[in-house]
């Protein structure tokens, strides 16, 4: 079976841009995850979406905004970007949510913003 | 805040047992205790998990002590490969299983 597939592995944005990163989750998953990496405040819960639907978003501004696809890809995008987006953004899918599920993880796109 | 409590880093020799301990003493009774490991600039890796047994599977062994408030990943005889970033996570049973609350973690340095 595929893993997480993250597109694109790296990226390089000046402020002000948007950007939209991808997730495709491994085949038969419906629950999709992302995490923002930096080094000062480690991994964070940004948001995870279950069959199309958003049903935990971490503490994170309206700037980053996610959603899912009946196929169960899934997309995030930060608007209006700052210097302090730049992060390693990963995506995990699990197959449903809920449960003692375990979780797992693509190997992220790296955002740098200039 | 994490729910966990890791030393931040430990050196192992190669070919020797990992014993990396993880301190939970809030768990309540429906949270499994996680262990993912963080290889540089790669995703998170699912270990194991469990909720009060202790549980042995390819990669590692979990030990959970009797009054669940603390654990130990044990990684039966280390590689190179197993020098990495590991988290201890304490998450619900029947909670948003993606809403991981990732602390430090330990970082992990197998010597030669």
């Known amino acids: 079976k595929a893993g997480v597939t993250q597109t694109p592995r790296y990226l390089i944005k000046t402020r002000g841009q948007q950007v939209t990163l991808s997730c495709s989750p491994i085949?038969?998953?419906?629950?999709v995850s992302w995490y923002q990496q930096t080094p000062g405040q480690g991994l964070q819960f940004l948001f995870e979406y279950f069959s199309e639907t958003q049903r935990n978003k971490g503490n994170f501004p309206g700037r980053f905004s996610g959603r899912q696809f009946s196929n169960s890809r899934s997309e995030m995008n930060v608007s209006t970007l700052e210097l302090g987006d730049s992060a390693l953004y990963l995506c995990?899918?699990?197959?449903?949510?809920?449960?003692?599920?375990?979780?797992?993880f693509g190997s992220g796109t790296q955002l740098s913003v200039l | 805040d994490a729910k966990t409590t890791q030393p931040t880093s430990m050196d192992c020799a190669e070919g020797r047992a990992a014993n990396l301990p993880c301190n939970h003493s809030t768990i309540s009774g429906n949270e499994y205790v996680y262990w993912y490991r963080q290889i540089h600039s790669q995703g998170p890796q699912y270990i194991i998990h469990g909720l009060k047994n202790n549980e042995t599977n390819e990669m590692a062994s979990l030990i959970i002590t009797e009054d669940r408030k603390s654990s130990t990943l044990i990684l039966p005889h280390a590689t190179l490969r197993d020098t990495a970033v590991y988290y201890c996570?304490?998450?619900?049973?029947?909670?948003?299983?993606?809403?991981?609350?990732f602390g430090k973690g330990t970082k992990l340095s197998v010597k030669p």
């Open positions: 995990a899918s699990s197959f449903r949510t809920g449960g003692d599920e375990k979780l797992f």
């Open positions: 996570i304490v998450s619900g049973y029947g909670g948003s299983q993606g809403n991981l609350i």
């Open positions: 085949s038969g998953h419906r629950s």
